[in-house]
């Protein structure tokens, strides 16, 4: 099973600062890592798919990087309503596995 | 729209059982292998269990194997988990999502929650 190391745990920042994230892998698993947005009471909506591709309708100041076993998620600007849980999660191999999730708070 | 629905969660003593379900709409359900995902309280996600399009393909989480059943009927655009055996440990929000071949889950129910207690 690859397991998902995010980090850090918990982030809070002012509105306009930069975020990242970082997603570490137990093994290789190239680009098959994504990220994922869950606001409180809300299913998990698909921010960046294949470490850096941007899914349909995301806003530009989210972006993702990485490959291998070292993936990043990056915030531009923070906005209040960006306040959320994110998780990375890997689809390389079964089974599939999440990270353990970032709370990114804002000040 | 796209979407996914799912019903079926509960309250259930342990050793129960629930059939959950997740009916789909704005798409033709069986262009998609689905998945099951939950989330206990206040806990991270857990992927659970995928089936192929044509339902010919099954896999399970370890913690879920020999207990649950992933199943669909395309002909009802409607996905399925038969949930046996309940343990407490169990008890999540559980998310059907959908799955475009060698893409990752990229649409998600609001989630139906499980409850496992005595």
């Known amino acids: 099973e690859v397991l998902l190391t995010q980090s850090p745990d918990f982030q809070s920042v002012t509105p306009k600062e930069k975020v990242t994230i970082t997603c570490r892998a137990s093994q290789s698993i190239g680009s098959s890592l994504h990220w994922y947005q869950q606001k409180p009471d809300q299913s998990p909506k698909l921010l960046i798919k294949f470490a850096s591709q941007s899914f349909s309708g995301v806003p530009s100041r989210f972006s993702g990087s990485g490959s291998g076993t070292d993936f990043t998620l990056t915030i531009n600007s923070l906005e209040a309503e960006d306040a959320a849980t994110y998780y990375c999660h890997q689809s390389r191999t079964l089974p599939w596995t999440f990270g353990q999730g970032t709370k990114v708070e804002v000040k | 729209e796209v979407q996914v629905v799912e019903s079926g969660g509960g309250l259930v003593q342990p050793g129960g059982s629930l059939r959950l379900s997740c009916v789909a709409s704005g798409f033709t359900l069986s262009n998609y292998w689905m998945h099951w995902v939950r989330q206990a309280p206040g806990k991270g996600l857990l992927w659970v269990s995928r089936i192929s399009s044509d339902g010919s393909d099954t896999s399970y989480a370890d913690s879920v194997k020999g207990r649950f059943t992933i199943s669909r009927d395309n002909a009802k655009n409607t996905l399925y988990l038969q949930m046996d055996s309940l343990r407490v440990e169990d008890t999540a929000v559980y998310y059907c999502?959908?799955?475009?071949?060698?893409?990752?889950?990229?649409?998600w129910g609001q989630g139906t929650t499980v409850t496992v207690s005595s």
């Open positions: 999502s959908r799955v475009t071949t060698g893409q990752p889950m990229d649409v």
